[in-house]
């Protein structure tokens, strides 16, 4: 096989050129997963350093002056400072650090310059994980740290006892994994037990910055593009027989107040419980949910649920009263609580009073259609209730030509009115919005309630995945009697949303769509099994908190166990393990050649087999004592020649297969 001839050249580099071509690859994989999160002008400048050093180290040239050093690192300090304002936190940092790594580079002439290089790579390395977590960010970091390793070690290999004064990565890189390999018990058993306490453990404050998801409040037109976004919003896993996905409604924030343009919340009220105006019955859900991060304080739980979420340790829960509820800080991290719900329940007060008056405010001048439609149905069915005015509207929805799509077309200033009898078509914002405002015409309390409706069941771990295209609006209507009953317009519109789940697709990629189209099944599956890997990395790896922790510990003894008795036990542990390594060590240092012990090994074979071996003598006098034996006198000599024939990298393969072939000699009994 002929190699290109690129390759060909670049085995004829030196060594310390080589070394730094692989060195500057490692820094460009590590960094590669950060140019989404870096300033344009950054991934730009590194590349163009990293490319820059390349050709230096490709023709043996000259590095640059520090005069051009010190420029290059004003304009970098100067434009991080005009990109961010400032040099600290999170985003700031991790420009600063990538480009210092780049520029660190252009002087590397000595090994202290070496291992600065190999700092900033690590710290680089770690910083991806202040934008993502994610299994394939891990697999990446795992990839990159396996290559600083190879480098770390490759530059601390002489250049003598190699041919041509070259230290092959190839042993570089057994030796790095063996490394980590004997490394990964300990990280381990750190992971297991180091105590996670705030501030220690966690990602910084900022790292959620720009989040997507749901909003406080809601312009008509503004959910639609969470249809877009496939990603996940939060994974359920029911704890017995799941309710029907049309009654999967996961709330979240409701809003009471309409300024003709945007739906927001009404001022909270915690001074009223709100589970007072809260009955349920019929049996219980009960369920686990683990919420993606969203910089949010909402927990999205089922409709209703009447006690708090079991939350991890340090995080509480409170009701709002529109039965929302609410952490004590956002969700920055993964967080896993469990729920109980009933899905029978009625919720409000039974009677008419004041506080119901501001579900029925509208700002003036807004949806004139609406409010004489309103007028309309009122004089068309004189002393309807609740109930009827509702199914009346429904009715209209159903057949009256409107259409559910995420293309409706730009709204104007009267949302309620174009949809009612201009465009007739949107999403299901548009549709709770009109359907609230035409309520509220009819003098009838009216809200708007956003969350998540449905799911998706992934047959590989059995969870329930809910992603931010499952984003919903309904509305919630008050009668004499019932309270606040959920009704849900966007199903009289499209039934297949609620009933059958049936979705507006975002667009796939290409991959994606070759992938459906050839074969649909396939491309299920392989996203479920995907899901559920990443659910499996979330659960025991992300989700590991201070709570597992102390229930390990249970496990194994503790009757009330702090997080004091975690830091004894890892303490404890940490001794064994020093002391068994020091053992090990004081036995290798007696043992240190390979060579000699695989002799030595073979002079006491000998003498089991009464052939006396003097304690010194060579293998090639050892062969003379047994030159009736030939496999034993070969085998012999070749371990004399590979002790003193002139130096060779393939030596440590040649010793393995010299102690394979000793395990196959025939020895008498």
């Given at each position: 096989?002929?190699?290109?001839?690129?390759?060909?050249?670049?085995?004829h580099?030196?060594?310390?050129s080589?070394?730094?071509?692989?060195?500057?690859?490692?820094?460009?994989?590590?960094?590669?997963?950060?140019?989404?999160?870096?300033?344009?002008?950054?991934?730009?400048?590194?590349?163009?350093?990293?490319?820059?050093?390349?050709?230096?180290?490709?023709?043996?040239?000259?590095?640059?002056?520090?005069?051009?050093?010190?420029?290059?690192?004003?304009?970098?300090?100067?434009?991080?400072?005009?990109?961010?304002?400032?040099?600290?936190?999170?985003d700031?940092?991790?420009?600063?650090?990538?480009?210092?790594?780049?520029?660190?580079?252009l002087?590397?002439?000595?090994?202290?310059?070496?291992?600065?290089?190999?700092?900033?790579?690590?710290?680089?390395?770690?910083?991806?994980?202040?934008?993502?977590?994610?299994?394939?960010?891990?697999?990446?970091?795992?990839?990159?740290?396996?290559?600083?390793?190879?480098?770390?070690?490759?530059?601390?290999?002489?250049?003598?006892?190699?041919?041509?004064?070259?230290?092959?990565?190839?042993?570089?890189?057994?030796i790095?994994?063996?490394?980590?390999?004997?490394?990964?018990?300990?990280?381990?058993?750190?992971?297991?037990?180091?105590?996670?306490?705030?501030?220690?453990?966690?990602?910084?404050?900022?790292?959620m910055a720009?989040?997507?998801?749901?909003?406080?409040?809601?312009q008509?037109?503004?959910?639609?593009?969470?249809?877009?976004?496939?990603?996940?919003?939060?994974?359920?896993?029911f704890?017995?027989?799941?309710?029907?996905?049309?009654?999967?409604?996961?709330?979240?924030p409701?809003?009471?107040?309409?300024?003709?343009?945007?739906?927001?919340?009404?001022?909270?009220?915690?001074?009223?419980p709100?589970?007072?105006?809260?009955?349920?019955?019929?049996?219980?859900?009960?369920?686990?949910?683990?919420?993606?991060?969203?910089?949010?304080?909402?927990?999205?739980?089922?409709?209703?649920?009447?006690?708090?979420?079991?939350?991890?340790?340090?995080?509480?829960?409170?009701m709002?009263?529109?039965?929302?509820?609410?952490?004590?800080?956002?969700?920055?991290e993964?967080l896993?609580y469990?729920?109980?719900?009933?899905?029978?329940?009625?919720?409000?007060?039974?009677r008419?009073?004041l506080?119901?008056?501001?579900?029925?405010?509208?700002?003036?001048?807004?949806?004139?259609?609406?409010?004489q439609?309103?007028?309309?149905?009122?004089?068309?069915?004189?002393?309807?209730?609740?109930?009827?005015?509702?199914?009346?509207?429904?009715?209209?929805?159903r057949?009256?030509?409107?259409?559910?799509?995420?293309?409706?077309?730009?709204?104007?200033?009267?949302?309620?009115?174009?949809?009612?009898?201009?465009?007739k078509?949107?999403?299901?914002?548009h549709?709770?919005s009109?359907?609230?405002?035409?309520?509220?015409?009819?003098?009838i309390?009216?809200?708007?309630?956003?969350?998540?409706?449905?799911?998706?069941l992934?047959?590989?771990?059995?969870?329930?995945?809910?992603r931010?295209?499952?984003?919903?609006?309904?509305?919630?209507?008050?009668?004499s009697?019932?309270?606040?009953?959920?009704?849900?317009?966007?199903?009289?519109?499209?039934?297949?949303?609620?009933?059958?789940?049936?979705?507006?697709?975002?667009?796939?990629?290409?991959?994606a769509?070759?992938?459906?189209?050839?074969?649909p099944?396939?491309?299920?599956?392989?996203?479920?099994?995907?899901?559920?890997?990443?659910?499996?990395?979330?659960q025991?790896?992300?989700?590991?908190?201070?709570?597992q922790?102390?229930?390990l510990?249970?496990?194994?003894?503790?009757?009330?166990?702090?997080?004091?008795?975690?830091g004894?036990?890892?303490?404890?542990?940490?001794?064994?393990?020093?002391?068994?390594?020091?053992?090990?060590?004081?036995?290798?240092r007696?043992?240190?050649?390979?060579?000699?012990r695989?002799?030595?090994?073979?002079?006491?074979?000998m003498?089991?087999t009464?052939?006396?071996?003097?304690?010194?003598?060579?293998?090639?006098?050892?062969?003379?004592?047994?030159?009736d034996?030939?496999?034993?006198?070969?085998?012999l000599?070749?371990?004399?020649h590979?002790?003193?024939?002139?130096?060779?990298?393939?030596?440590?393969?040649?010793l393995?297969?010299?102690?394979?072939?000793?395990?196959?000699?025939?020895?008498?009994?």
């Amino acid at each position: 096989m002929r190699w290109p001839s690129s390759f060909t050249s670049l085995s004829h580099l030196p060594r310390d050129s080589r070394d730094t071509l692989f060195l500057l690859a490692v820094i460009a994989w590590v960094v590669l997963p950060q140019v989404g999160n870096l300033p344009v002008w950054c991934a730009l400048a590194t590349a163009a350093v990293l490319v820059w050093r390349g050709w230096l180290a490709w023709g043996s040239r000259p590095l640059p002056s520090r005069w051009w050093l010190a420029v290059l690192l004003g304009a970098a300090l100067a434009a991080t400072l005009a990109t961010h304002k400032t040099l600290l936190g999170r985003d700031a940092g991790v420009t600063l650090i990538v480009v210092l790594l780049a520029l660190k580079t252009l002087e590397l002439r000595a090994r202290r310059d070496a291992f600065v290089v190999f700092f900033l790579g690590f710290f680089t390395m770690l910083s991806n994980f202040f934008f993502s977590q994610s299994l394939l960010t891990a697999v990446a970091m795992l990839v990159a740290l396996l290559g600083l390793l190879t480098a770390l070690v490759n530059a601390h290999m002489p250049n003598s006892g190699l041919v041509d004064h070259k230290a092959p990565l190839r042993e570089a890189a057994r030796i790095a994994g063996g490394m980590a390999l004997l490394g990964a018990p300990i990280m381990a058993v750190l992971f297991v037990l180091f105590p996670r306490m705030a501030p220690l453990w966690g990602v910084p404050s900022d790292a959620m910055a720009g989040r997507s998801g749901l909003s406080a409040s809601m312009q008509v037109g503004t959910m639609a593009s969470l249809a877009l976004d496939d990603s996940i919003a939060m994974r359920v896993r029911f704890d017995g027989v799941p309710p029907a996905q049309r009654d999967l409604y996961f709330r979240g924030p409701v809003l009471s107040l309409f300024d003709g343009r945007e739906w927001l919340p009404q001022a909270r009220d915690f001074a009223r419980p709100a589970a007072r105006d809260l009955q349920v019955s019929g049996p219980p859900v009960g369920y686990q949910v683990t919420l993606e991060p969203s910089n949010r304080p909402w927990l999205l739980a089922l409709e209703a649920t009447p006690q708090a979420p079991t939350l991890p340790a340090g995080v509480s829960a409170v009701m709002t009263t529109d039965l929302q509820w609410l952490a004590s800080r956002p969700t920055t991290e993964l967080l896993r609580y469990q729920a109980q719900s009933y899905p029978q329940f009625r919720y409000g007060p039974p009677r008419a009073n004041l506080d119901l008056q501001r579900y029925v405010d509208l700002p003036p001048g807004f949806n004139p259609r609406t409010l004489q439609l309103a007028a309309d149905l009122r004089r068309a069915q004189p002393g309807a209730d609740t109930a009827a005015l509702v199914q009346t509207v429904l009715t209209r929805l159903r057949t009256g030509g409107y259409l559910y799509t995420l293309e409706p077309g730009l709204y104007g200033r009267d949302t309620a009115d174009e949809f009612w009898f201009d465009r007739k078509a949107g999403f299901c914002e548009h549709i709770a919005s009109s359907f609230v405002v035409l309520m509220r015409a009819l003098d009838i309390p009216a809200r708007v309630v956003t969350g998540y409706q449905g799911g998706e069941l992934n047959g590989v771990d059995g969870f329930w995945v809910v992603r931010q295209s499952d984003a919903h609006a309904w509305a919630e209507v008050w009668s004499s009697g019932q309270g606040w009953t959920r009704v849900d317009p966007t199903g009289a519109v499209s039934p297949g949303r609620v009933g059958s789940f049936t979705r507006l697709q975002a667009p796939r990629g290409a991959i994606a769509n070759t992938l459906a189209n050839v074969s649909p099944d396939t491309a299920r599956r392989l996203r479920a099994a995907w899901d559920a890997l990443n659910n499996g990395w979330n659960q025991w790896v992300l989700n590991y908190s201070q709570s597992q922790q102390l229930n390990l510990l249970k496990n194994i003894g503790f009757d009330s166990p702090e997080w004091e008795d975690l830091g004894k036990l890892l303490a404890g542990l940490l001794v064994l393990a020093s002391l068994g390594g020091a053992a090990w060590a004081q036995w290798e240092r007696r043992q240190h050649d390979p060579w000699l012990r695989l002799l030595e090994q073979a002079r006491r074979k000998m003498a089991k087999t009464g052939i006396a071996v003097p304690p010194s003598a060579a293998p090639r006098q050892m062969a003379a004592l047994v030159a009736d034996r030939p496999a034993l006198r070969d085998w012999l000599l070749q371990m004399e020649h590979l002790r003193y024939a002139p130096p060779n990298p393939d030596r440590p393969d040649k010793l393995v297969a010299l102690r394979r072939a000793f395990k196959r000699l025939v020895w008498p009994r």
